[in-house]
């Protein structure tokens, strides 16, 4: 099978969803599938390479050529509609790949639609976030859990967010695109049910199945050399966050938690990128890190005592969550979105009321003073990551694709302009 998959960033970028797609493109190509990946193209980086029988095209946009338009150039996004060079991009390493499938994972998507009916390939999409129907991709409104899309209240909120000159074009735009991608997407298929809900598929007719994240079977065993990251982490254990800086994962409600903590408390150590969340510079015990290689978190969590996920908006899954608990560490995290679907309050974790501090630090002081509760949470952790190993998850990727391909299309004609083939 042939499967070209779109997104905005791939490795070395950091963040949840990256990963994701990189473990998904390379456990595929393992499996004897022609993968390709088309990725928007960032300074310093090859415009293609092949990386674990992998072809990766990193191509520029249009609207990346726009001064301004992004506050981190590091992490520049596809528009919520298509992007010109995108499209002829897109078109010439179809042309070249010819996929059966074209698996998109955010707002690459917009940039091909318009070629879908020429490309004749299946689209799937996977839903990390709310893009779908919410521009800001949170679905959240003045620092809480939005109840659903209108349109003067997400006008309001997109200008408040981007600006009015960026917010509104990229609401109407990310609207009218949303409608187009709902008619001609074959199959969504959300992380969680809580994402399904949250970007209106659920009770719809709208064709989607739930396959959430995964890690590599082997996770935990970090390739590198990791001795000049680990020095800068605390000798004694610690308590440990990895995720983005941004005000919606709860780094804030963190924080005052862990300051009404006593001075004995295992330190905390902040593992994370981007944001706008103020971060401490001299807080005892406190320690942040920024950009660290993925490998190099690994570590981080195999030393800590427990992982904490304090996010106050409906989160999709919970990469870091998961990622901590393979390493045999319990998670405190709150008790919203889709991480339920991970952790079992008592059972490998503890749950938590989002967006409430007393509740978090009530939460960690318990873990903190029971060594064997820990102990047995961890365990329960382990074997719960253990139903997420790539193993179980990625053959439900597969049939998801055979089954929009359909028996005719075993052996089908491809046509792509004027040409066509038959896959045998």
């Not at 090859?46 to 520029?60: G, H, L, M």
């Not at 981190?72 to 060079?85: I, L, M, Q, V």
């Not at 042309?95 to 490309?119: C, G, Q, T, Y």
């Not at 996977?126 to 959240?140: A, E, F, I, W």
Request: proline letters at 8%.
């Amino acid at each position: 099978m042939r499967i070209l998959m779109l997104t905005d960033h791939y490795p070395p970028i950091i963040g949840g969803m990256e990963r994701f797609v990189h473990s998904l493109s390379t456990e595929l190509a393992s499996r004897g599938h022609s993968v390709s990946v088309a990725t928007l193209w960032h300074e310093g980086m090859p415009e293609f390479e092949v990386e674990r029988a992998v072809r990766v095209y990193r191509i520029q946009g249009t609207a990346q050529r726009v001064r301004g338009l992004f506050s981190d150039s590091g992490r520049r996004y596809a528009p919520p509609c298509p992007d010109p060079e995108v499209v002829w991009s897109l078109r010439r390493i179809i042309e070249s790949e010819r996929p059966d499938i074209v698996h998109a994972h955010n707002w690459m998507i917009h940039s091909f639609l318009p070629l879908k009916p020429w490309s004749g390939a299946r689209l799937v999409v996977s839903l990390h976030d709310y893009g779908l129907v919410c521009v800001k991709r949170d679905l959240m409104y003045h620092d809480e859990p939005c109840t659903g899309p209108a349109l003067t209240k997400c006008l309001g909120c997109a200008a408040n967010h981007y600006g009015f000159a960026k917010g509104v074009p990229a609401l109407i735009a990310n609207r009218i695109m949303s409608a187009v991608e709902l008619a001609a997407v074959d199959t969504f298929l959300p992380v969680s049910y809580a994402a399904a809900i949250g970007a209106g598929l659920a009770g719809s007719n709208l064709p989607f199945r739930v396959i959430p994240n995964f890690i590599p079977d082997d996770y935990g065993h970090a390739p590198f050399d990791c001795e000049s990251y680990l020095a800068q982490l605390p000798e004694q254990s610690y308590l440990l966050y990895v995720g983005s800086f941004a005000g919606h994962k709860g780094v804030d409600v963190l924080l005052r938690a862990y300051r009404e903590l006593p001075g004995s408390t295992p330190p905390l150590v902040l593992i994370g990128f981007g944001g706008s969340t103020p971060l401490p510079t001299h807080w005892p015990n406190v320690v942040v890190a920024r950009n660290w290689p993925h490998w190099a978190v690994m570590r981080a969590q195999e030393r800590c005592l427990a992982g904490i996920v304090p996010s106050i908006f409906q989160e999709t899954f919970g990469m870091a969550a998961l990622e901590t608990m393979a390493q045999g560490r319990p998670v405190i995290a709150s008790q919203i979105g889709g991480l339920p679907d991970l952790v079992s309050d008592g059972e490998n974790g503890l749950l938590v009321a989002a967006d409430d501090p007393e509740a978090l630090r009530r939460a960690i002081q318990r873990l903190l003073a029971d060594p064997g509760l820990r102990n047995r949470m961890g365990q329960m952790a382990l074997l719960r990551a253990g139903e997420f190993r790539a193993s179980a998850v990625v053959p439900r990727f597969e049939q998801a694709y055979q089954d929009v391909l359909g028996p005719l299309d075993s052996i089908r004609g491809h046509k792509l302009g004027s040409r066509s083939e038959v896959d045998l």
